[in-house]
């Protein structure tokens, strides 16, 4: 069974451009996950997808960040304008269920640098 | 609020020492879910193990083994007999059921095993 997949693996950008990461998540888990991560620190949440809608997305920084997951299935991050800030790694990760504790799985993750 | 404490940052032992992982958590909720994940140099967190607020009964998986107590809100993990292979970073988290599956990680406790 293949895993979350994401691209690219690595991205480096001058600021104020745009970056877009995809995700794709295990067949068959309607839940799909973004974290950021920061060096040294634990995941953290940005958006989280039930099927196409986004039932939680309290975290993400909606001036400049938006996020997609047509059909159920793939989902697109965005950043536009990037700022150094967003350095950073983003990770993709598709659970089975939405809330009960159902277990994650992670993709490799898209490490931005952004200069 | 929810908070997860991995209280140690870095550890580093000797191949075949045994080694303890601290998390201590904090939630207002009396239904919650904590987890353990691997994060090993690839970078693709791995699902390690789950237990629910209402089970206490201590785990023992092959040289790994998960102590909870609800009592002194932690939930250690000790593994046994360490192998350089066991090198990663290990993040403790928590889902409270309140939260609708946020999960809050923990900074993670980097382990190091020299041979």
């Known amino acids: 069974e293949a895993g979350v997949v994401q691209s690219p693996r690595y991205k480096i950008i001058e600021k104020k451009q745009p970056v877009a990461f995809w995700c794709n998540p295990i067949?068959?888990?309607?839940?799909l996950y973004w974290y950021l991560q920061n060096l040294g620190q634990g995941p953290e949440l940005l958006i989280r997808?039930?099927?196409?809608?986004?039932?939680?997305d309290s975290q993400l920084p909606k001036d400049r960040f938006s996020a997609e997951r047509l059909k159920g299935v793939d989902s697109t991050l965005k950043i536009q304008p990037a700022e150094l800030g967003d350095s950073a790694v983003y990770l993709c990760?598709?659970?089975?269920?939405?809330?009960?504790?159902?277990?994650?799985?992670f993709g490799p993750g898209t490490r931005l640098t952004v200069t | 609020a929810q908070k997860v404490t991995q209280a140690q940052t870095e550890i580093s032992v000797v191949e075949k020492e045994d080694v303890t992982l601290d998390c201590v958590y904090e939630?207002?909720?009396?239904?919650?879910?904590l987890f353990w994940y691997k994060q090993p140099p690839s970078g693709e967190l791995v699902f390690l193990i789950r237990?629910?607020?209402?089970?206490?009964q201590n785990e023992i998986s092959g040289r790994y083994s998960w102590n909870f107590q609800k009592s002194t809100s932690s939930f250690n993990f000790t593994i046994t007999a360490s192998q350089v292979v066991d090198s990663a970073v290990y993040f403790c988290?928590?889902?409270?059921?309140?939260?609708?599956?946020?999960?809050?990680f923990g900074s993670g406790t980097r382990l190091s095993i020299r041979p």
């Open positions: 939630t207002r909720d009396t239904t919650y879910y």
């Open positions: 067949s068959g888990h309607n839940t």
């Open positions: 990760a598709s659970s089975f269920g939405g809330s009960g504790g159902y277990e994650q799985y």
């Open positions: 237990r629910n607020s209402f089970d206490e």
């Open positions: 997808y039930e099927n196409e809608e986004a039932v939680d």
């Open positions: 988290a928590l889902e409270s059921y309140s939260s609708a599956s946020k999960i809050i």
